[in-house]
């Protein structure tokens, strides 16, 4: 079977150098808040022609810090995707504030415009447009008066649009483009002071010895998830270049199906197309020795924990949820595989 995704060619691609890293940074003493982070946040601002990226423990945490650090907090509203991962809405809940759903667009997935203007009212502050799968969404004027965040979970290797946004969110989950040995996440910002507060709350908001000005946990990445994303840096465009490039062939030996939108932006941390018969579909490819997955299963509104949170009709969310199938591709594929894939794919119906 094709795996969706093998993270043990990409393991082995680092280890070797990883080892001795490791071994570097046991014997220092210095485990947490040292050069390493400091020299990846450095090298992943510059890949993003940014001022600051700020590590901490995952993606959900650079978008509850970047929120509490660009001023939103209880009584605010923040629109959100109606489909999307639930760290999304969490996090806002977890900043104090109150998450709205907003529907996506039947062929990108994202949030538009329009969809945001729909549920937008005087309490809403910010809105977390979500870059679902890599593809860049639409991202509203800060000039609208709302606080921007771009949830870029997804989009590690797509060019940065700083100067959009307040904040943008990365997760290195290991799956992730660029993803880590652990979980892991960053603020990516231009603004000066909201990478200063992000700074002082993933460590409890601490600004000296045991001195806290702010109440915080603890969001800290460790020095070995961010040698390791070191290591990943310099590979990372070539990295996403190589799922285009799997993308592309994939769409053009399977052009009859409903393929999310693409883009020349487009991170392709997940390939995905949508069939009416989802399991059906499933199981052709199985039998092709084709792996797929659902990213995701249920849309915000449909998920138990959220249960009577959300009033909103997300139809197009909703059809996203029912019909999505992700496909292999991530850059350790090899020719044969990619062709397999692609064979497969070919004799699907459309649907």
């Known amino acids: 079977m094709v795996p969706v995704v093998d993270l043990s060619r990409r393991g082995s691609r680092f280890a070797p150098e990883f080892g001795?890293?490791?071994?570097?940074?046991?014997?220092?003493?210095?485990?947490?808040?040292?050069?390493?982070?400091?020299?990846?946040?450095?090298?992943?601002?510059?890949?993003?022609?940014?001022?600051?990226?700020?590590?901490?423990?995952?993606?959900?945490?650079?978008?509850?810090?970047?929120?509490?650090?660009?001023?939103?907090?209880?009584?605010?509203?923040?629109?959100v995707p109606a489909f999307t991962a639930v760290p999304t809405a969490s996090a806002v809940i977890a900043?104090?504030?109150?998450?709205?759903?907003?529907?996506?667009?039947?062929?990108?997935?994202?949030?538009?415009?329009?969809?945001?203007?729909?549920?937008?009212?005087?309490a809403t502050t910010a809105v977390i447009a979500v870059s679902l799968y890599g593809y860049p969404a639409p991202l509203p004027s800060l000039a609208d008066g709302l606080v921007v965040i771009e949830d870029a979970a997804q989009s590690s290797g797509a060019p940065g649009r700083l100067h959009e946004v307040a904040a943008a969110a990365y997760s290195f989950y290991p799956t992730k483009n660029l993803g880590g040995i652990g979980d892991g996440g960053a603020i990516v910002t231009n603004d000066d002071a909201v990478a200063a507060v992000a700074r002082r709350l993933r460590a409890h908001g601490m600004v000296a010895q045991y001195v806290h000005?702010?109440?915080?946990?603890?969001?800290?990445?460790?020095?070995?998830?961010?040698?390791?994303?070191r290591l990943g840096l310099p590979h990372l465009a070539a990295d996403v270049a190589a799922r285009r490039r799997i993308a592309a062939h994939f769409?053009?030996?399977?052009?009859?199906?409903?393929?999310?939108?693409?883009?020349?932006?487009?991170a392709y941390h997940l390939c995905v197309f949508r069939a009416a018969n989802r399991d059906a579909v499933r199981e052709r490819l199985a039998a092709s020795g084709v792996s797929t997955g659902v990213h995701y299963p249920l849309a915000l509104n449909q998920q138990p924990a959220y249960a009577g949170m959300f009033t909103t009709e997300c139809s197009s969310a909703e059809s996203w949820a029912a019909e999505c199938i992700s496909v292999p591709c991530f850059p350790e594929m090899t020719d044969d595989e990619i062709d397999q894939v692609a064979a497969a794919l070919a004799t699907v119906p459309p649907s």
């Open 95 to 122: 900043a104090g504030a109150r998450p709205i759903l907003a529907d996506v667009d039947e062929a990108t997935a994202c949030i538009t415009f329009d969809t945001i203007d729909r549920v937008r009212t005087t």
């Open 20 to 79: 001795v890293i490791a071994a570097r940074i046991a014997a220092s003493g210095q485990l947490l808040l040292g050069p390493e982070l400091t020299e990846f946040e450095n090298g992943f601002a510059t890949s993003l022609h940014a001022r600051h990226a700020v590590g901490v423990a995952s993606g959900a945490a650079a978008l509850q810090l970047a929120l509490t650090a660009a001023g939103v907090g209880p009584g605010d509203e923040v629109i």
């Open 213 to 229: 000005t702010e109440v915080s946990q603890n969001f800290r990445m460790s020095e070995l998830e961010s040698a390791w994303l």
């Open 251 to 266: 769409r053009d030996a399977a052009p009859q199906l409903r393929w999310q939108a693409t883009h020349e932006s487009h």
